[in-house]
Structures are given as structure tokens and as C-alpha cells.
Nanobody, 120 residues
Framework: QVQLVESGGGLVEPGGSLRLSCAAS????????VGWYRQTPGKQRELVAA???????NSADSVKGRFTISRDNAKNTVYLQLNDLKPEDTAIYYC??????????????WGQGTQVTVSS
């Protein structure tokens, strides 16, 4: 069973920075795409940023220029650098890894989530 373990969340003031880490229990190259989502109470989980095995990037318009996704294949770890944080970035951030199977379609794996709170 794939395990994804996030770390790095916390409380930060507006304008501050955090770096989230997501350590996978197996090689992240076995996944077609890895990324970060976030969720606030009463809202659907939304994509923050993702990176494919071919190093294509995708991110939400609301975080462009502030958040950066990266990965270290040797460490099986995906990172999300969050800069210039705003109160509206407050959410639980989830790591996601997905692979595609011709029979089963998309298989998603999720971490347990890490809380990011932006407040003065």
C-alpha cells in the first residue's frame, strides 16, 4: 500500500513562507503525476500544483508566482514552497500521487494532510 507522509505545515504570518514535504513509500517515478491539493471546511478539495513524470507543471492561478512545486526523485519526496502567504491560503494541504492503469483508470493516493494557517 502506498503511503504519503506530509510535513512542514504550521502557523505563519501574512507574507511569510513555508515548505511542505511529502515523502512517499515507493519511488515517485512510478506515478504519472504528483501534486498538492488543499481544502477548507465546506469547500471541495482543489488542486494547488502538480508535476508529471515528464516534468510538466500545472498550478492554480491563485498561487502562480508564489508557490513552487518540486521533487527529489532520489529521496522519493515532493515539495511545495509557499511564499508570500495570504490568509486565504489557510487550509489543509494534501499530497497526492496518481497513476493510470488501462483497466482501472486513474488510481489516486493521498497523504493525511498538513494544516497551514496564515494569520497575524
Amino acid at each position: 500500500q502506498v503511503q504519503l507522509v506530509e510535513s512542514g505545515g504550521g502557523l505563519v504570518e501574512p507574507g511569510g513562507s513555508l515548505r511542505l514535504s511529502c515523502a512517499a513509500s515507493e519511488s515517485i517515478l512510478r506515478f504519472s503525476v504528483v501534486g498538492w491539493y488543499r481544502q477548507t471546511p465546506g469547500k471541495q478539495r482543489e488542486l494547488v500544483a502538480a508535476i508529471t513524470r515528464a516534468n510538466s507543471y500545472n498550478s492554480a492561478d491563485s498561487v502562480k508566482g508564489r508557490f513552487t512545486i518540486s521533487r527529489d526523485n532520489a529521496k522519493n519526496t515532493v515539495y511545495l514552497q509557499l511564499n508570500d502567504l495570504k490568509p486565504e491560503d489557510t487550509a489543509i494541504y494534501y499530497c497526492n500521487a496518481a497513476r493510470f492503469d488501462n483497466v482501472r483508470g486513474r488510481e489516486d493516493y493521498w497523504g493525511q494532510g498538513t494544516q497551514v494557517t496564515v494569520s497575524s
